[in-house]
């Protein structure tokens, strides 16, 4: 089955420390996305990658990093210097083309800093 | 900026009440238009979209047409079911510019 998987499903942190949430995907879809959920927030853009070796920042990428060596997995950082790192962290990739492409989303990553 | 701006809930419906759910936005150009479904403790996965003006997407009973003149979307189905208890997000994207989410709307149905 194709999809989108993200690991683990639960993360607990503490205040300081660095963290790498897992984004792998089996679509052969050259975009990827790294979106955060807050409670009456709705989903906030990161940072998104459009084709591998290269990505840009979204709103709010202060004190996140990501990378894309492979065309299957985008990982995100979530250092020290965010501020208010407790939130659900989404993934999400589609298709080659323009963003009007339907998004394909993972389950989800509920990241608890203590 | 694309801004898209959604009524706030929670929402709370009977089984088989109508069900309306607003969204407009401010885009410049010709936007695409989605509303996004996340069932509790899941991703998001989408619900209907449509790419042009005066165009109506629909899927699984839940209805959306592009609005261009009162730049809308707004959701519609008429006899929801205990089973589309969910957050609903309606958000859109042009050629250049990423997926702009609104803020969700919860929605209940109660038996």
């Known amino acids: 089955d194709g999809g989108i998987t993200q690991s683990p499903k639960y993360l607990f942190r503490k205040e300081g420390q660095n963290v790498t949430l897992s984004c792998e995907q089996n679509?052969?879809?050259?975009?990827m996305y790294w979106y955060r959920q807050d409670p009456g927030q709705g989903l906030r853009l990161i940072y998104y990658s459009q084709i591998v070796n290269d990505f840009q920042k979204g709103d709010i990428a202060e004190g996140y990093s990501v990378s894309r060596e492979k065309k299957e997995s985008f990982p995100l950082t979530v250092t020290s210097a965010q501020k208010n790192p407790t939130a659900f962290y989404l993934c999400?990739?589609?298709?080659?083309?323009?963003?009007?492409?339907?998004?394909?989303f993972g389950p989800g990553t509920r990241l608890t800093v203590l | 900026g694309n801004s898209v701006t959604q009524m706030e809930g929670p929402v709370t419906l009977s089984e088989e009440a109508f069900l309306t759910i607003n969204c407009t936005y401010t885009a410049t150009g010709y936007p695409s238009l989605f509303w996004y479904v996340q069932y509790p403790g899941e991703g998001l996965q989408l619900l209907l979209k449509a790419t042009k003006a005066d165009d109506k997407g629909s899927n699984k009973g839940f209805e959306a047409t592009y609005r261009k003149e009162t730049t809308s979307f707004h959701l519609e189905k008429g006899s929801v079911q205990v089973s589309d208890s969910a957050v609903y997000f309606c958000a859109l994207a042009s050629g250049n510019t990423p997926l702009v989410f609104g803020k969700g709307t919860r929605l209940s149905v109660i038996a």
């Open positions: 999400a990739s589609s298709p080659p083309g323009t963003f009007t492409d339907t998004q394909y």
């Open positions: 679509l052969n879809h050259d975009a």
